[in-house]
Nanobody, 123 residues
């Protein structure tokens, strides 16, 4: 699976962004999709995940009330709507595939990753 993220930008605190991730290649609607991020100087961390049907989602506690993950299987695209952004959301954001269809918060369980898109939130 080949994943390409887009939508990262510099935004002020309180602002919004929508990230997109388009999948191609050996893709399947049964795969779960996740958004993961790496803040500067820190380890990768889980942000959100969605199952193949789009009915099951999972969020990190730090983003649950502010971010929304969704997918459009007809377009092979997954989205992350981010509202009320905070400086601590600054990171490189990656989308990734979980081929077993598990909506997991374990970073190591994700299989194919995109190249990432930078989100910077200024205070």
């Amino acid at each position: 699976v080949w994943l390409v993220e887009s939508g990262g930008d510099l935004v002020q605190a309180g602002g919004s962004l929508r990230l997109s991730c388009e999948a191609s290649g050996d893709n399947s609607d049964s795969y779960a999709m996740g958004w993961l991020r790496q803040p500067p100087g820190k380890e990768y961390e889980f942000v959100a995940a969605i199952d193949g049907s789009g009915l099951r989602t999972r969020y990190a506690d730090s983003v649950e009330t502010r971010f929304t993950i969704s997918r459009d299987n007809a377009k092979s695209t997954v989205y992350l709507q981010m509202n009320n952004l905070k400086p601590e959301d600054t990171a490189v954001y990656f989308c990734a595939v979980e081929v077993r269809g598990d909506v997991t918060d374990q970073v190591w369980e994700y299989d194919s990753w995109g190249q990432g898109t930078q989100v910077t939130v200024s205070s």
